[in-house]
């Protein structure tokens, strides 16, 4: 069984920096792209970030461009979220996500995702 643990949320001020994890559990991570997405109250979910199975592609929303930066370290089976610059309409629910299938493909669309993790909140006061 696949788990996945979000953790690092918090609350910060705009401006200010917070670290996501992800650490996952039940098979071999290296193997696999993993995704970040967020939702915020009354939106629906959408996309942050993902990267490939060995960090060597990586792909952002526009909103985030140049501001977070996604990695992974495969011997601790963690994905990183480092988020900067944060401002008020980062706040929202994170959560990272994994496909059931190995895969060289980085992917955008949830629906190309099939274990997600729990959530960790993140807010950024003004």
């Known amino acids: 069984q696949v788990q996945l643990v979000e953790s690092g949320g918090g609350l910060v001020q705009a401006g200010g920096s917070l670290r996501l994890s992800c650490a996952a559990s039940g098979r071999t991570f290296s193997r696999y792209a993993v995704g970040w997405f967020r939702q915020a109250p009354g939106k629906e979910r959408e996309f942050v970030s993902t990267i490939s199975w060995n960090g060597g592609r990586t792909y952002y929303a526009d909103s985030v461009k140049g501001r977070f930066t996604i990695s992974r370290d495969n011997a601790k089976n963690t994905v990183y979220l480092q988020m900067n610059s944060l401002n008020p309409e980062d706040t929202a629910v994170y959560y990272c996500?994994?496909?059931?299938?190995?895969?060289?493909?980085?992917?955008?669309?949830?629906?190309?995702?099939?274990?997600w993790g729990q959530g960790t909140q993140v807010t950024v006061s003004s």
């Open positions: 996500a994994t496909p059931r299938l190995p895969s060289t493909t980085i992917y955008s669309k949830a629906e190309s995702y099939d274990y």
